[in-house]
């Protein structure tokens, strides 16, 4: 029988750690892009971030088919859903949670500071995953947007900045990108949404032809895109290479889906080759040591 060392860590400290460690994975297999990115991290940020998107990950997969897939009816996946949020909930408030995904989160978010403000829109908007998705308006869409990603943003810049206090315009930067973020992938699967999950994210793809859609999208992402880099010189030095990494490969991304005629959008999943990724990341490793 192996003994444990009196230095070992025991308890909570013990379930904790694992809670952390068992998050880890989640983001190298489920994200080549932002976990590439999230691997340029400080250390003292790079297991929270995991956590965060470890969260959000299994969100995705109770409403975007795997739940499906194992045999779950709609109400089944909604009351699944429900049960996660509860479950996260309670585990901010309390701290404990049987659920290691949900425990590693709720350690982040205490120790970062926020808690429902951001979780519940985040919730709302995976809830509404589970309803026919046919966004007809600009206002539906950003607050679908707002839940679903910009809050993550919110997340992550109260991890780098849990001891500073809420600055206005780098809460606008990471709205910004989380926003661009998810409009990139809503244009990316494009395909998959439409033929698999029945859903319409963009309301300028129900009523405008599909090249000037695309052409109206990719715009609001550009200037996303600007505001989001115009607040990464206001983030601690030690998350600006992350931060920028990640907005050079969705800006990759978002180059090769404009060079695509609209149409190969439908049938088309654009991804951005590990070498050139790996040259993104070399090019703003250059530019923030050159302080441009």
């Known amino acids: 029988m192996t003994r444990r060392r009196d230095d070992e860590p025991t308890g909570l400290t013990l379930y904790r750690s694992t809670a952390r460690e068992s998050s880890a994975p989640v983001i190298r297999r489920y994200s080549s892009s932002f976990?590439?990115?999230?691997?340029?991290f400080p250390r003292r940020c790079e297991a929270q971030i995991a956590a965060i998107y470890a969260l959000v990950r299994v969100a995705d997969e109770i409403v975007d088919g795997t739940a499906a897939e194992a045999g779950l009816d709609a109400a089944s996946q909604l009351r699944v859903l429900d049960e996660f949020e509860i479950d996260t909930e309670r585990a901010l408030?309390?701290?404990?949670?049987?659920?290691?995904?949900?425990?590693?989160?709720?350690?982040?978010?205490?120790?970062?500071?926020?808690?429902?403000?951001?979780?519940?829109p985040f919730f709302a908007s995976m809830r509404r995953d589970l309803q026919p998705v046919a966004f007809d308006d600009e206002e539906s869409l950003r607050e679908y947007v707002y839940g679903s990603a910009e809050v993550v943003g919110l997340m992550c810049l109260r991890v780098f900045t849990s001891d500073s206090p809420v600055d206005p315009e780098l809460d606008d930067a990471a709205r910004a990108l989380g926003s661009a973020f998810q409009k990139v992938n809503f244009l990316r699967d494009l395909a998959d949404d439409r033929n698999r999950l029945d859903r319409e994210y963009l309301p300028a793809f129900r009523r405008l032809p599909l090249e000037a859609a695309k052409a109206e999208v990719v715009a609001d992402i550009r200037d996303e895109l600007r505001r989001a880099r115009a607040g990464i010189p206001l983030l601690p030095a030690d998350c600006r290479l992350a931060v920028a990494a990640a907005t050079a490969l969705f800006g990759e991304l978002l180059d090769r889906i404009e060079a695509l005629p609209a149409e190969a959008l439908l049938t088309t999943r654009v991804s951005v080759p590990t070498g050139r990724k790996l040259a993104l990341v070399a090019r703003e490793r250059m530019r923030l040591r050159g302080g441009r």
Request: no cysteine.
């Open 35 to 40: 976990g590439m990115a999230s691997r340029l």
């Open 93 to 120: 408030a309390s701290g404990f949670s049987a659920n290691l995904v949900v425990q590693a989160f709720a350690d982040v978010a205490r120790a970062a500071g926020f808690g429902t403000e951001l979780t519940a």
